[in-house]
């Protein structure tokens, strides 16, 4: 898994992450108190079909927060690459994440 986006706890602190994703921001929703955690590995710094990823990363988990307000998702989701997006663990164990 080279990313993942995941709720926060109610005091705003992520839950617990692998390590190897080193790369860690917070997404506040723009419209409550709800923040997530963006996770990556160093191997998302890069470019793919003329996009930065991690770049994408951040303006689709930005897109993904804001349509599902209210309620919030409450699942995990993982980095399905830059033509899946962002992909909850049916999707991602239907798509062969």
């Known amino acids: 898994m080279a990313a993942m986006l995941d709720k926060n ?3 705003g ?22 923040s997530f955690t963006l996770a990556y590995g ?6 793919e079909n003329g996009q930065n990823v991690v ?5 689709s988990a930005h897109e993904l ?14 980095w399905g690459e830059t033509k899946l997006k962002w ?3 049916e999707q991602a164990t239907a798509a062969g994440k």
């Open 55 to 59: 770049n994408l990363m951040h303006s």
């Open 42 to 47: 160093a191997g998302e710094h890069r470019i």
């Open 65 to 78: 927060i804001s349509e599902n307000h209210p309620p919030h998702m409450d699942s995990t989701y993982v």
């Open 9 to 11: 706890r109610p005091d």
């Open 13 to 34: 602190k992520p839950e617990v992450l692998p390590d190897g994703l080193t790369n860690r921001e917070i997404i506040n929703c723009p419209r409550c108190q709800v």
């Open 87 to 89: 992909l909850d663990r």
